[in-house]
């Protein structure tokens, strides 16, 4: 049972690189998010996906971007990395329109980046 | 707007000691409330949730229960063991956006 992908695990970047997270889940969840885990700061929502095809700002998006091609991957790009990107990135995914909706968010395992 | 507040970790005990890790929240209307967990080096999981005032949500021993009055959702357990050391966040969700709102988590490390 995959439920989220996550890659990379880790990562160094220079600063002023572009980079690509790639999340990817398998329980044909319709809404997709990205947070970022710094300390004292607890999760903050970057981007969201409530369906295919549409994509949503967070608390703090600037200097990311995402696309949702289809109800699988949901990549986080970031078109030119700055030291203060560095932290963990969590993607998730829940099912928001078949029934109720619970509030369950699915975690990956994270991605560790640092911009030098 | 709404928001969630945590007690400030880390919060340090010795195994069976009784845990108790405060949480409130400001909402306009009648939110949601869970409790997520996240292990070392793991995602977040949820652990237990309440979806209206005086409901109590459990699971592995652990308690919280929605309190309207109070604007409160402290999470507790009798007695703590060392794999219950990772970090615990309280979090609400309106049911209109289907997003979650965070507190910012409470590190506990239990002893042995």
């Known amino acids: 049972i995959a439920g989220i992908t996550q890659a990379p695990t880790s990562q160094i970047l220079a600063a002023g690189r572009r980079m690509t997270l790639r999340c990817t889940q398998d329980?044909?969840?319709?809404?997709m998010y990205w947070y970022r885990q710094d300390l004292g700061l607890g999760l903050r929502l970057i981007h969201y996906?409530?369906?295919?095809?549409?994509?949503g700002k967070g608390e703090v998006p600037d200097g990311y971007s995402v696309s949702r091609a289809n109800t699988d991957d949901f990549p986080l790009t970031l078109a030119s990395a700055v030291p203060s990107q560095t932290s963990v990135y969590f993607c998730?995914?829940?099912?928001?329109?078949?029934?109720?909706?619970?509030?369950?968010?699915?975690f990956g395992e994270g991605s560790r980046l640092t911009v030098l | 707007g709404n928001s969630v507040t945590q007690m400030e970790g880390p919060v340090t005990l010795s195994e069976e000691a009784f845990l108790t890790i405060n949480c409130t929240y400001t909402?306009?209307?009648?939110?949601?409330l869970f409790w997520y967990v996240q292990y070392p080096g793991e995602g977040l999981q949820l652990l237990l949730k309440?979806?209206?005032a005086d409901d109590k949500g459990s699971n592995k021993g652990f308690e919280a229960t929605y309190r309207k009055e109070t604007t409160s959702f402290h999470l507790e357990k009798g007695s703590v063991q060392v794999s219950d050391s990772a970090v615990y966040f309280c979090?609400?969700?309106?049911?209109?956006?289907?997003?979650?709102?965070w507190g910012a988590g409470t590190k506990l490390i239990i002893k042995p």
């Open positions: 309440a979806t209206k």
């Open positions: 909402a306009t209307g009648y939110p949601s």
């Open positions: 979090a609400l969700s309106m049911d209109s956006n289907y997003q979650l709102i």
């Open positions: 998730a995914s829940s099912d928001i329109y078949r029934g109720p909706y619970t509030g369950e968010l699915f």
């Open positions: 329980m044909r969840h319709n809404a």
């Open positions: 996906s409530n369906t295919a095809g549409t994509t």
